[in-house]
DNA sequence: CTGTTAGCGCGTTCAC
DNA sequence: GTGAACGCGCTAACAG
């Protein structure tokens, strides 16, 4: 293979001058600029990257934090960074960390060591203060209100969108209303969280610890949640569902069981995939992919931003 | 930061020394050693891994090249090569392809530019011939059957999976077998689409075109496959279903419409994903996570191998 | 065991 | 407009 000097030589001009032509930049006359162009083409050239990075101190390499890539949330989040790091022309690095938190600090250290430009963390378990400290070796960027921090992030407000599907609920007649969640001990959880419990102020409404459903993630964990809460004796007659996957779930081992939708039970659940219009699923819809796009920006970036993504009420039939 | 040349200098000794340390080699002597690491130690010292891939021409980075990355097949796949990949202390660089070619080859460029080790392709859209022609820039492997070449490869034997659901749904006395499937064009389609037509001419039945349902990727495409069904003038009694995914949805649109399974159809599927035994889905198990292991450990060596993983019917409530 | 030195391939002053 | 020369941080002969 080929190298710079090479293309030097055979152009008949100095390294500097391929350097300029390969970066684009002006002050090279045609005349030279052809010769080098040529050299490139009958050589079949390809630039080292890896002497790029070395000499400029950038590696056009995002890291991308997810806990479980087999998970259509996190699958969708991580095809809207894709998509716009194909445009920008950055490839991701993927940290799987399955909630370890030595993972997710080699991916911090891997920031650190100048192996990826940015970090996009998608589900957090090291601390904010950890995460911040990273922040003078490049952007992190996180997926959550990160409002009283200098971390970057692109958001929902999951306690408004919370007390959206509350309210809803309440409006449709429910006063016993129960909800799954997945991890229960996130920043968006604590969110649903305060959300929930303030909604019950408000309305004077008695709180049940067994009416919140933990460690709900997928379509599988549906069959759990629905003998939960037959065994309840404080059986809600509304359910909220951080995720259609696990309404679907619900849904189906319901169906099974001949519980009727909404009749014995009304379901809202949030994300509105494709899941959700098949099975009819009022949910609470969320821009997924387009986060993940919003993250690939700020990834880019290098000024402190955070940014709120709005949610939209759509209405079908389980509620 | 510090650099190799500070640590030299505080510990006393050479860059080589350091080098030495850094890498774990023997022939240094205890005192030394000890020196160079009390060095490291007070100067937080990191080295730089660009530097290093530059020296050596390695960058301890794989590519990984799937089609979507929001899909629960390819989501199982990324999940298995990630767990090896870790353990050996390897990090992915993810390529979502959507099957342009285009961006097949970008991953293939990159293997060539050294700035990934390896690719692991695993859903292809360029030729054979062309992946054939990166070989000698690095492992390129597959994920499908690729006996007859030089491309190493984890893979089932789909002619053979796909014959064993047949036989079995033939021997439960149906004669109208239909199937869907992702994308017809792959080379595991094709065996599959052998299978079927060897199946039909060894019982001496009829081909049907009307009874291969195509693009059958999601859950939300089970809707669609029914309707497809009912209007069928020759509507097959059991259906073979490449994804548990889409055989979940074919299920719940059945259920609402009220046809019953496996009275009405019967229905076998592949992967056993978790949704199958939730959905009681007689399917034939696929190792998927564990191909996603071997593949890792292929991309690693640089010797060509092909090994078949076998499948396992799984026997349930749809047939 | 240890150190010197020459690359690895490219970007980037800084004179001309 | 152009090019010589140095620097990025580390590895790998080679000599001792």
Redesign the pocket.
Known sequence: ?S???DIAKIAG?????V??V??NER???D??RNAVLRAIEITKYQ??LN??N???GKTHLIGVVVPYSNHPYFGLLIEGISIEAIKKNYKLVLFQTDYQKERELEALEMLKHKQIDSLIICSRICSLEVVEAYLEYGPVILCEDTRNTRISSTFVDHYKSFTIALEYIYKKGHRKIGYCIGRSSGTNSLQRNLAYKDFLHKYNLPYHDEQIIKKCSYFEDGERIVNTLIESKNRPTALLVTSDQVAAGILTCCNEKGIVIPEDLAIISFDNQPIAKYMKLTTVEMPIKEMGQKLLHQALLNEQSQTEMSVKLIERQTV
Chains 1, 2 share one sequence.
């Open positions: 293979m190298n710079i000097k001009v100095s390294v500097t001058t350097s300029r390969l970066n002050y090279v006359s005349e030279k630039r080292n002497a790029v070395l000499s400029k």
